[in-house]
């Protein structure tokens, strides 16, 4: 896509909101939101000399707040279409007073076709919905059109960071990553994908996976040189 050029809303499935926003999260989406919110008909604020990293589907945004404010020297960008996660990660920043974060609600395949070519340093895509039905698994966001998007923006050596604790979905994304020229499986022995990475923050959905007795995998995939 060229930097004039719009982008085309995709259609996105499941569950925008959930209950109803308390009054100062009402107030976040109306008033801080904005500010922080990406503006994909300009260029991008991608700032000279400094990292910026994305997550896919920050959910609450237990995760994204605590990598921003270990390293506030590094940007990060927040994609989420839920309502309800939005509010919650405005008022976590709000709290917290980062200044490091910047949000879109929706799609993050709109944002990854707006970013300049090896742009991103790391992608983060935990515990996306599985789309556990056979005639819902092409919603799944791990597909070929998706890597090649990824593929796109990830600067060589960057890392892809990806969690489940959905045994199928872990299969579905090795068999894609692997059969993808573009990506290395970090992987060399089983510690390596049943171990969180250094600095992990849990997210709530990933407590009750492990309550529920599911154990997750973490898989990491190296961007290759061209």
């Not at 991103?120 to 890597?147: A, C, G, M, Q, T």
Request: with cysteine; aromatic share 10%; proline share 7%.
């Amino acid at each position: 896509m060229t930097e004039d050029a719009q982008p085309l809303r995709r259609r996105l499935y499941g569950r925008s909101k959930g209950k109803a926003l308390r009054q100062h999260q009402s107030e976040l989406m109306s008033e801080l939101l904005p500010k922080l919110a990406l503006d994909l008909s300009a260029p991008l604020p991608l700032r000279p000399g400094r990292e910026t990293r994305l997550e896919i589907g920050f959910g609450g945004g237990e995760h994204l707040i605590e990598a921003a404010a270990c390293e506030p020297d590094v940007d990060f960008f927040g994609c989420e279409p839920f309502v309800n996660g939005m509010a919650k990660l405005l008022s976590r920043i709000d709290a917290r007073g980062l200044a490091n974060i910047r949000l879109y609600q929706g799609d993050a395949a709109e944002v990854l076709d707006r970013l300049p070519a090896a742009s991103l340093s790391r992608v983060y895509i935990f515990y996306p919905d599985p789309w556990p039905k056979r005639r819902h698994r092409k919603r799944r966001f791990i597909s070929p059109e998706n890597l090649e998007r990824l593929a796109r923006v990830l600067r060589p050596g960057a890392e892809l960071r990806f969690a489940t604790d959905i045994d199928d979905y872990a299969a579905w994304t090795l068999a894609r990553l692997r059969a993808c020229d573009a990506f290395r499986w970090r992987a060399a022995t089983a510690q390596d994908w049943l171990t969180p990475w250094e600095g992990w923050t849990q997210t709530k959905y990933e407590a009750k996976a492990m309550a529920a007795g599911r154990r997750p995998v973490y898989l990491t995939f190296i961007r290759q040189a061209e």
